[in-house]
């Protein structure tokens, strides 16, 4: 059995700001800033700027939502795919 592992920092995120969907081929994390930034606020750097995130990850073929497993620990996603014998079947 394999298994893929995605890393995803979400500065600026809390974890009931983080949504994942799991959708045909692909994992879908939605993850909303809780707290409003001024309109007049000019960001440095993007990671920091009053936008959400979107994120779309590809996923093997016949992956169900019991083979991903998600934690969030300070502004970090950590997502696990784990390969089932019908997802590696899928893809051979």
């Given amino acids: 059995n394999g ?3 995605a890393t995803v920092y979400l500065p600026g995120v809390e ?11 692909e994992i879908v994390v939605t993850a909303r800033k809780l707290h409003p930034v001024r309109a007049n606020w000019i960001a440095l750097s993007l990671e920091t700027c009053a936008r959400d995130y979107r994120l779309r990850l590809k996923t093997p073929r016949g992956l169900k939502a019991g083979d991903v497993t998600a934690q969030f620990d300070a502004g ?3 997502i696990r795919i784990d390969r089932s014998d019908a997802s590696e079947a899928a893809a051979a």
Avoid at 15 to 25: F, K
Wanted: charged share 25%; with cysteine; aromatic share 6%.
């Fill in 76 to 78: 970090v996603l950590f």
């Fill in 3 to 5: 298994c893929l592992e």
């Fill in 15 to 25: 974890a009931r700001g983080v949504e994942l969907l799991l959708s045909r081929q």
